[in-house]
């Protein structure tokens, strides 16, 4: 009972550490915004204080200056992010904005040298600030301005506690973090005496090791100088997750509707994006600034994936060291290190390592099996397409088990039939996050990737997908890394296997003590399973990628671990002869391994070249084993402290030293650059001006990139262009029938360019954001510019819903072969498929085509709409067809099963026209539109989730309650 009861204090003050650090970080930097303005008088000075009020409407107070200045002063010091101050009346004054530090410094000034991603145009000065402590704001307007009337709103941070963990990780403050593990080890030693062997603070010496590796490995993400985020090959994180976690964190910090929106592509249902952060491992995203939010995530993430594999590898050794080298391994492994940028996937590994440890539970019966349902529930809800590889392999893994442990084929059976129900159960559990993403996934272009042939399946894949894969087994860096990467497919899809130099050795090892049968088995299996597309498509739907090969860590590892077991044995008995022929034969291996590598890729994959440098590494560690392991053998008596400093010493370094260059030596995003460019190039200051000009429906382009793509989702405005893995099959078919080419030629990446003009006036795009004067002014208007941006509204914008009296000969129109001709087009009549819709056939030639566009247009703009908004997933519109008959209403929003249409209250049918956009038929005279986005499948799911999760806290609680009346 005493030993139970320290165990439990052990982890209860290690636990109390890490909280307290995590909520230092939580402290910082709690953004609550935006504040009110408010409580001035009418004397010589204006005086604003904080509030926490927050502004309603357009997040601007407004106030009266009578006086010649106007000064804001807080009733105490807060960080501000930006602000933003419009006046009624144009600035035909000199106005003058001062912003002093706590110390009455003076930072910031109208001057352009000291203005920061500021706009300044003829009634508004749009600004962001750097994070430090302001004191007040002085605006001095001169001459005195009577009457004017400024609106202004600030984004504050509302505490400005000093960062913690940022510091006690920063290289800067080391001596703090050997503080903190000076500490721990005391903690060690201590429980070590009061529990005897002290064999449960192994966890805390795991976290310690893993925290001190993941400063070294992270540095220059935690001193602040680069945010984690990479824009080299495989650049989901900055073209997909980033922004969408910016658009999500939005919605929920402004308590906005969290279903349709225009910020998203061309259009999106996006709780998919919302029902994310119901994995924990985002919460942190609430409370601390995103580009540090990631990276603690990441850290927790590697704090229970350390936590979990120590519990499973626990439970498959019988000895610490073995364990505690084992759990390094899995928490580094090379494809955690490299997929490990893309958080989801992260997060899909932490989960795996906890279902590991839970198939352990069930294979040996153990009542808490059933808590199992919680990790494979937020695996459910995190990643469908990891859920599914996971599933196969806890089949495999239990009938492999089964057979090791002799369970019989009854046993086996079972064991995978109480997994598939507590599968279902997860699935019923995180129904609300499952439903969206997989809706999305089906609904979308992606699914015809899956339609692979069984002769190209079990066709044989090329030489240089076997030789990528022996090479990353030695390291992920072995062909290259990055944009440099020299093999096969691209640096993310191919096989990741390596772990360590270890695995060479221990399969060696292995093979002469006897397990030659299971060692080549699992080899064979994983060279076939390479090797054959056949494997990709049972195990992760496409037969392409190799992403599924994570499930060859566990093998990998698991093998090491064997060795490792036999190794201190043996070593223990004083048996070394076995290790000096191993190391004899794995030294021979491993160099005509890699002169095989080097031969046959200069024979059948010329543009196979190995990294110089990770050859480097790989031999010096290759040499620092042999030696550590000979070291070993010729002690006159075996000293277990020395075992496990060299070994678990020598496995840390090459962990950090392999995998460094992976985190480090790649295109990762320099903060500074981050700060001025990217989701912060100014977008979103010249659109909340834009918001003040313009209140009604439309949509923007720009003539600049942001270097990426869904950069409308980060910066808040109805853009045109995104990049997305699963774009809808109508949104595609919209882009093939306009024969817009998609960037880089491949239909994740849609760029509608600004010099389409009859594309972008289809998609009703009405203003135009550059960093350039337009030189021709005939089809633009310039509404306003400043600090480098200008801004342009079409003149010959159609409206958000524009009415159609022709429709388009589909084989004329289809003859058509530029986007030019096609998009013209579509100003003289819609296009359909539907043989249904019977209207006046047009039928058009290049040859008179872009004249007759002209008049076409011109009746296209002159439609008679008003009222036009798109609010909690609805589009209204009040339109008068006056066409003297029935006309079709095109709505330029991407067509969708979820979407209902009524006229005048009555229910109507919504055709899809244009290759995929929406129209709907009205009869002539004046009619109330209605069209709204209705998902009843995701209400379903939700109560699905709802039910499911009540239901199973229920049996949770009898059964501990059982549990409890036994004891």
């Given at each position: 009972m005493t030993s139970n009861k320290n165990q439990k204090m052990t982890y209860f003050i290690w636990i109390l550490v890490y909280a307290l650090v995590i909520t230092l970080v939580s402290i910082n930097t709690v953004k609550i915004s935006p504040y009110t303005l408010f409580d001035y008088d009418d004397s010589k000075n204006a005086k604003f204080y904080m509030s926490n009020q927050i502004v309603e409407s357009n997040g601007s107070y407004q106030v009266t200056g009578n006086d010649g200045f106007i000064v804001f002063s807080l009733d105490q010091e807060f960080t501000?992010?930006?602000?933003?101050?419009?006046?009624?009346?144009?600035?035909?004054?000199?106005?003058?904005?001062?912003?002093?530090?706590?110390?009455?410094?003076?930072?910031?000034?109208?001057?352009?040298?000291?203005?920061?991603?500021?706009?300044?145009?003829?009634?508004?000065?749009?600004?962001?600030?750097?994070?430090?402590?302001?004191?007040?704001?002085?605006?001095?307007?001169?001459?005195?301005?009577?009457?004017?009337?400024?609106?202004?709103?600030?984004?504050?941070?509302?505490?400005?506690?000093?960062?913690?963990?940022?510091?006690?990780?920063?290289?800067?403050?080391?001596?703090?973090?050997?503080?903190?593990?000076?500490?721990?080890?005391?903690?060690?030693?201590?429980?070590?005496?009061?529990?005897?062997?002290?064999?449960?603070?192994?966890?805390?010496?795991?976290?310690?090791?893993?925290?001190?590796?993941?400063?070294?490995?992270?540095?220059?993400?935690?001193?602040?100088?680069?945010?984690?985020?990479?824009?080299?090959?495989?650049?989901?994180?900055?073209?997909?997750?980033?922004?969408?976690?910016?658009?999500?964190?939005?919605?929920?910090?402004?308590?906005?509707?969290?279903?349709?929106?225009?910020?998203?592509?061309?259009?999106?249902?996006?709780?998919?994006?919302?029902?994310?952060?119901?994995?924990?491992?985002?919460?942190?995203?609430?409370?601390?600034?995103?580009?540090?939010?990631?990276?603690?995530?990441?850290?927790?993430?590697?704090?229970?994936?350390?936590?979990?594999?120590?519990?499973?590898?626990?439970?498959?050794?019988?000895?610490?060291?073995?364990?505690?080298v084992c759990t390094i391994l899995w928490t580094f492994s090379g494809w955690f290190i490299l997929w490990g940028q893309h958080y989801w996937f992260a997060t899909a590994y932490a989960y795996f390592t906890a279902i590991l440890f839970f198939l352990e539970k069930l294979i040996d019966k153990d009542k808490s099996l059933v808590f199992m349902v919680i990790p494979l529930a937020l695996l459910t809800g995190s990643s469908y397409y990891f859920t599914y590889i996971i599933g196969v392999f806890s089949i495999v893994y239990l009938v492999i088990r089964g057979i090791h442990k002799k369970l019989g084929l009854k046993n086996i059976v079972k064991l995978v039939v109480l997994l598939g129900v507590l599968e279902l159960v997860a699935i019923f559990i995180s129904a609300i996050m499952l439903y969206p993403a997989l809706a999305s996934f089906l609904q979308s272009s992606r699914t015809s990737s899956l339609k692979v042939s069984w002769l190209e399946m079990l066709e044989p894949r090329t030489i240089d997908y076997l030789l990528v894969f022996l090479g990353r087994i030695l390291s992920t860096d072995f062909w290259g890394r990055g944009n440099d990467y020299t093999g096969t497919f691209n640096y993310y899809e191919m096989s990741i296997n390596y772990a360590s130099v270890l695995f060479v050795i221990a399969c060696v090892y292995l093979i002469i003590n006897k397990y030659h049968k299971r060692v080549l088995l699992f080899f064979l299996t994983c060279i076939i399973g390479v090797m054959i597309p056949l494997a990709s498509k049972l195990i992760q739907f496409q037969a392409i990628t190799l992403r599924w090969t994570l499930v060859f860590n566990v093998g990998i590892i698991l093998i090491i671990g064997c060795f490792l077991e036999k190794l201190w044995n043996n070593i223990e008995k004083k048996e070394n002869k076995i290790l000096y022929k191993t190391l004899v034969i794995s030294d021979t291996f491993i160099v005509v391994w890699i002169l095989l590598l080097n031969l046959l890729g200069k024979e059948f994959a010329p543009k196979l070249k190995m990294d110089s440098d990770v050859l480097t590494k790989l031999i010096i560690f290759w040499v620092a084993v042999n030696v550590i392991l000979i070291l070993l053998t010729i002690k006159k008596t075996y000293n277990y402290k020395i075992v496990v400093m060299c070994v678990l010493g020598f496995v840390c370094i090459e962990q950090v030293v392999m995998n460094y260059d992976v985190i480090n030596q790649r295109k990762a995003i320099d903060k500074s650059l981050y700060n001025l460019s990217y989701y912060n190039d100014g977008t979103e200051y010249v659109v909340d001006k834009l918001n003040l000009v313009d209140s009604s429906l439309y949509r923007i382009n720009k003539t600049y990139m942001s270097q990426f793509y869904n950069d409308a989702s980060a910066q808040g405005y109805n853009g045109v262009s995104s990049y997305s893995s699963t774009h809808s099959n109508e949104l595609i078919e919209t882009m093939n029938v306009l024969n817009i080419p998609f960037s880089f030629g491949h239909p994740n990446y849609i760029l509608v360019s600004y010099k389409d003009r009859y594309v972008n006036q289809l998609l009703s795009v009405k203003y135009l954001i550059s960093k350039s004067e337009q030189a021709n002014n005939m089809y633009y208007k310039k509404v306003f510019s400043g600090s480098g941006f200008y801004v342009y509204e079409d003149l010959k914008a159609l409206p958000f819903g524009y009415l159609y009296s022709n429709k388009l000969d589909a084989d004329d129109f289809l003859a058509l072969e530029t986007i030019d001709d096609r998009s013209a087009a579509l100003m003289l009549g819609f296009y359909s498929e539907n043989e249904e819709l019977e209207y006046t056939e047009v039928s058009v030639d290049e040859n008179t085509l872009q004249r007759l566009a002209k008049s076409g247009r011109e009746s296209l703009i002159d439609t008679n709409i008003s009222n036009v908004k798109l609010e909690d997933d609805v589009y209204t519109a009040t339109v008068i067809n006056d066409t003297g008959s029935k006309a079709m209403l095109c709505v330029p929003l991407i067509y969708d099963k979820h979407w209902r249409a009524s006229v005048d209250g009555q229910v109507v049918q919504l055709n899809k026209i244009n290759g995929g956009l929406m129209g709907v038929e009205l009869p002539e005279g004046q009619h109330n539109v209605n069209i709204e986005y209705i998902c009843t499948d995701y209400m379903v799911a939700m109560w699905i989730s709802i039910v499911s999760t009540i239901i199973y806290l229920i049996v949770i609680v009898i059964i501990v309650k059982k549990n409890t009346v036994k004891q």
């Open positions: 501000l992010w930006n602000g933003c101050i419009s006046f009624e009346e144009k600035l035909d004054q000199n106005v003058t904005i001062e912003i002093f530090y706590s110390d009455d410094k003076c930072y910031f000034t109208q001057d352009d040298s000291f203005l920061i991603n500021a706009f300044k145009g003829d009634d508004s000065i749009i600004f962001d600030l750097p994070e430090e402590d302001i004191k007040f704001i002085r605006i001095d307007v001169m001459p005195k301005m009577e009457e004017t009337v400024p609106f202004f709103s600030l984004n504050v941070v509302e505490e400005n506690y000093s960062n913690v963990i940022f510091a006690l990780f920063s290289f800067s403050n080391v001596i703090a973090i050997l503080v903190l593990m000076v500490a721990i080890l005391l903690i060690r030693k201590f429980y070590c005496d009061l529990l005897k062997k002290g064999k449960n603070v192994d966890l805390l010496i795991i976290w310690t090791i893993v925290t001190a590796m993941f400063c070294i490995l992270y540095g220059k993400f935690i001193r602040g100088d680069f945010v984690y985020i990479y824009s080299d090959i495989g650049r989901d994180t900055i073209d997909s997750y980033w922004p969408r976690f910016l658009l999500s964190l939005g919605f929920v910090n402004e308590f906005e509707n969290f279903g349709y929106t225009l910020q998203k592509g061309l259009g999106e249902f996006v709780s998919d994006g919302i029902i994310r952060f119901t994995n924990p491992f985002d919460w942190i995203f609430f409370i601390i600034e995103p580009t540090k939010a990631v990276l603690v995530a990441l850290y927790l993430k590697i704090i229970w994936i350390s936590g979990f594999a120590w519990a499973y590898f626990k439970k498959m050794f019988s000895r610490r060291e073995t364990i505690l």
